[in-house]
């Protein structure tokens, strides 16, 4: 059973607008949450991250946001561009008992139109 | 150049043949780990190393083996190779493990037939 679900596997925004990227997760022992975005022939590369002390963290035009009480995870993108065409993933880690060890999304891919 | 480097980026092979997926950071980073990814399943973590000498099993470890005898090397090791391990493979390294953002090789095609 995946404790971290990305459940569209695609989405297609126009540039300009606001891409949202949704995750759900099941182990409320979750307490940090990160996202990394990955071209193809490339590794995933980290971007933004939220400890589950704050509902929201923002860098430049990435957002995060945390609801805990419904397991839920978004990350915004304000303007979308196109290099922010990837496949991005959702990642949890729990606490010290389980090392730290990242739970990832299956990913979405997010194509961005010209 | 801070980067984590895997060697070979395509490999093909029979079932059985040894194989070594080669993993080397320059950031002298203590936690090393192996993902592989699969379509609809995301990356899925394969061992990880905390540390030189010391390693665990992650989420989908069977079939694999791998080292840590020094900090920068990290190499993968499949004694067997069967079809179901085709996949493509990340390694990857950070400062310390989960809270510090992780640095990913740029990946292993492997083909198992």
């Known amino acids: 059973d995946q404790q971290v679900k990305q459940n569209s596997p695609s989405l297609s925004v126009q540039e300009g607008r606001i891409s949202i990227l949704n995750c759900d997760y099941t182990n409320s022992m979750f307490d940090y949450f990160l996202w990394y975005k990955k071209y193809p022939a490339e590794g995933p590369t980290f971007l933004i991250s939220?400890?589950?002390i704050k509902d929201k963290n923002e860098d430049g035009r990435f957002t995060v946001f945390l609801n805990k009480s419904a397991k839920h995870l978004s990350l915004h993108i304000v303007p979308s561009q196109p290099g922010d065409s990837a496949v991005y993933f959702c990642?949890?880690?729990?606490?010290?008992?389980?090392?730290?060890?990242?739970?990832w999304g299956a990913g979405t891919k997010l194509i961005i139109k010209p | 150049e801070a980067q984590v480097t895997q060697n070979p980026r395509y490999l093909i092979t029979v079932t059985g043949k040894k194989l070594t997926v080669t993993c080397s950071q320059n950031?002298?980073?203590?936690?090393m780990s192996w993902y592989r990814q699969d379509p609809g399943l995301g990356l899925r973590q394969i061992y990880y190393?905390?540390?030189?000498?010391?390693?665990d099993k992650g989420d989908v470890p069977e079939g694999y083996k791998v080292s840590r005898k020094e900090k920068r090397n990290f190499p993968l090791i499949l004694e067997s190779p069967s079809p179901n391990q085709t996949s493509l493979y990340f390694c990857?390294?950070?400062?310390?493990?989960?809270?510090?953002?992780?640095?990913f090789g740029n990946g292993t095609r492997l083909t198992v037939t």
């Open positions: 990857a390294s950070s400062p310390r493990t989960g809270r510090s953002p992780l640095h």
């Open positions: 990642a949890a880690s729990g606490d010290k008992g389980s090392n730290y060890q990242l739970i």
């Open positions: 190393s905390m540390n030189v000498e010391v390693t």
């Open positions: 939220i400890s589950s």
């Open positions: 950031m002298n980073h203590e936690y």
